[in-house]
């Protein structure tokens, strides 16, 4: 099926990604996720599982106490995300607190460098031609590890990382695709009928 398209690589390692220690004793990081509501549990909004965010908050990577999201939270709850880091991380895997969430990093960095060898190396491209561009609310975290991880020597990071999707989504042009398949021989192909199709589909584009 010849359809335009982009490929996206998705991994669930995002800044709400929730930590665990599953029934193998073995530390995951996503793909499920706290989102922004509940959110993470230093957000104080009633999730007391750790998540990614939580664990930089512990590490002192996001300050809690400057205003998140232009001022929607006022600050962060460190003692929530060190608690929840506290019961289902560290306790499970007899770490302190400030071990499990780097723990939790290296699992959810090593999720993200395993992304970019799928869409470089595996396809016999390298990733140390390439500048890494990273996006969302806490991307930027993140960039310096995946440099070492992959080999990457440069670092892109936009001025607003949170919203290059939505900021994305407003500059990009307005554009609909059709695509109708026509099963017939060229030989016996109807021209005639083959404008009145595609005028068909133009008009089901522009309603």
């Given at each position: ?181 026509l099963n017939v021989p060229l030989e016996q192909l109807d021209v ?16």
């Amino acid at each position: 099926v010849r359809s335009p398209m982009i490929q996206i690589e998705t991994i669930g390692a995002g800044g709400g990604s929730i930590a665990f220690v599953d029934a193998g004793g073995m530390l995951q990081v996503g793909p499920e996720s706290a989102g922004s509501v509940p959110g993470p549990a230093c957000y104080g909004r009633g999730n007391t599982r750790p998540t990614v965010t939580d664990a930089n908050v512990v590490l002192g990577r996001i300050a809690a106490d400057r205003p998140l999201g232009g001022g929607l939270l006022a600050a962060l709850d460190a003692s929530l995300a060190h608690e929840a880091i506290r019961v289902h991380v560290a306790e499970p895997l007899g770490l302190d607190v400030l071990r499990a969430a780097e723990a939790i990093l290296t699992v959810a960095n090593a999720r993200m460098a395993g992304a970019i060898r799928l869409v470089s190396i595996e396809r016999g491209h390298d990733p140390r031609r390439f500048a890494y561009m990273p996006f969302g609310g806490g991307g930027a975290l993140h960039v310096c590890a995946m440099l070492r991880e992959v080999g990457g020597e440069t670092g892109v990071v936009p001025r607003y990382p949170g919203v290059t999707s939505a900021l994305g989504c407003v500059m990009a042009d307005m554009r609909h695709d059709a695509v109708q398949t026509l099963n017939v021989p060229l030989e016996q192909l109807d021209v005639e009928a083959l404008r009145a199709r595609v005028a068909e589909l133009a008009t089901a584009c522009q309603d």
